[in-house]
């Protein structure tokens, strides 16, 4: 329900000329806000995952393949076209644009109603004209700008989160090729060596001097291996279409000659150290602290909720001659006080705030996850290129000396060389292994970026990850 008042006074039309600027000016004047914060998405993209590229922001869809790369592909290299390149990536830049636009929306007074009537009766036409402004929503604009701008700062975490994903999963696939590259010569090494002791073996059977279940034993592990050999191509293959996929060449020929492996680099920090620069550079919990930040903002735009529609203005009467005044239009607040709408901003705010709660104790599960993950496996690997590979190199140099002397066939040197194989090819497991939770662990904490300029897990202050972006330009 809306109340119109209007003075009866009568004006001249030079009177109605003076009043319009009159009463649209202190709106113009009281309103004027600062232009909306630049988030520097991009830069903030750059900074977080440790590139040393330009992201741009695409306004065309992509092709379905990039250019062709080089015949050797860098991880640098590899980071930086699945960066450069994503889709997912370009189109969160889209959306920080979205609220950019919202937020010059935010800004823009409401457009002057103008309304004009012409009435016909017994006399001459009466004109009826007014000129209303909607001074309410004016007087909202600083709040109302404030929660868009809180909204554009959630979009560009948001859009930073989305290029830490990509990054990671880049850096594992990357990692996962590396390994199958490694681990396919080993197997194809047991391979050879286990088609020789079947031959051994087949031999002495026909001289009588073998038993037929070791060589049904031995044919039994050949098929098994070759069957571990024909998987490990596969997986070979889907990590490399992977990889393709993800710097932007999906129908490439994905052939490329990859870095050579890089040791994952101990870490010389303590846990909770990990967990506190997370909670502090996660852009998922910073997107969080924003929408809680716009709700704020929209809820305390309730206040006036009541008076909303409220305009002031002139209007004018031409009958006969010209009248005009000031008219201000009410409405009453009788039935809606904004009660369901405060109720419904609260229980928002309320489910932000345990959303946020639940963010941290994530980020922490995963840092604590990865950090464990990353010390276990560094110690297996100790131990087994410590312990273990040396043990077996030992058991197959005393068999080759006991075979060189004449003490054994040949079958024990075979063993003592398939099991040394065996334990190689364990430890690559164990270095993929640790490599993964080295990039979880840098995920965890927001990024290579923040990792390198807090200078985590090395204490000369140089990032230590698996392989940095310069050590892969080299």
């Not at 015949?71 to 644009?97: F, M, S, Y």
Request: glycine share 6%; hydrophobic share 45%.
């Amino acid at each position: 329900m809306f109340v119109h008042l209007h003075t009866p006074r009568r004006w001249r039309c030079k009177t109605l000329r003076a009043a319009v600027p009159a009463l649209i000016l202190p709106c113009l004047i009281g309103c004027q806000t600062i232009a909306p914060p630049d988030p520097a998405t991009e830069q903030a993209v750059v900074e977080a995952t440790g590139v040393e590229v330009v992201i741009q922001f695409k306004v065309e869809g992509g092709p379905l393949d990039e250019p062709v790369s080089a015949d050797t592909l860098t991880l640098g290299q590899a980071v930086e076209r699945a960066v450069t390149t994503d889709p997912g990536l370009q189109a969160a830049l889209a959306r920080v644009r979205i609220a950019l636009a919202d937020a010059d929306q935010a800004r823009l007074l409401p457009n002057p109603v103008l309304n004009i009537a012409l009435k016909w009766g017994a006399g001459s036409p009466v004109i009826e004209a007014s000129l209303a402004q909607d001074f309410i929503a004016a007087l909202q604009i600083p709040r109302r700008s404030s929660a868009a701008d809180n909204r554009l700062r959630q979009s560009a975490a948001d859009a930073v989160t989305v290029a830490l994903d990509v990054a990671s999963e880049v850096q594992e696939a990357y990692v996962a090729a590396q390994a199958t590259d490694r681990l396919l010569p080993i197997l194809e090494t047991r391979l050879d060596l286990l088609q020789k002791l079947v031959s051994v073996a087949r031999d002495r059977l026909e001289a009588g001097e073998g038993i037929r279940g070791d060589l049904t034993t031995l044919e039994a592990q050949r098929v098994e291996l070759e069957v571990e050999i024909a998987d490990a191509r596969l997986r070979q293959r889907q990590e490399r279409l992977r990889l393709a996929r993800l710097i932007g060449e999906p129908s490439g020929a994905a052939a490329w000659a990859l870095d050579s492996w890089v040791t994952p680099l101990p870490r010389s920090d303590v846990e909770s150290r990990w967990v506190e620069v997370a909670l502090l550079h996660r852009p998922e919990v910073q997107a969080i602290g924003w929408q809680l930040a716009a709700l704020g903002d929209e809820k305390a735009l309730l206040r006036l909720l009541p008076w909303e529609g409220a305009e002031a203005g002139v209007e004018a009467e031409r009958d006969g001659e010209w009248s005009a005044g000031p008219a201000l239009a009410l409405p009453l607040p009788m039935f809606d006080m904004g009660q369901a709408r405060r109720a419904r901003l609260s229980a928002e705010q309320i489910e932000v705030r345990h959303n946020l709660t639940r963010a941290k104790r994530q980020v922490v599960e995963e840092v604590r996850r990865a950090y464990e993950a990353l010390e276990a496996n560094t110690a297996n690997l100790e131990r087994v290129r410590r312990e273990l590979i040396p043990l077996q190199q030992q058991r197959r140099q005393q068999a080759e000396d006991a075979y060189r002397a004449g003490q054994t066939d040949v079958t024990p040197l075979f063993l003592a060389e398939q099991d040394l194989r065996a334990t190689q090819a364990r430890a690559i497991d164990i270095e993929r292994e640790t490599a993964l939770a080295q990039i979880r662990l840098q995920r965890a904490v927001g990024g290579a970026g923040v990792v390198g300029a807090t200078g985590l897990g090395n204490e000369g202050g140089e990032p230590a990850t698996h392989q940095s972006t310069a050590a892969a330009r080299m």
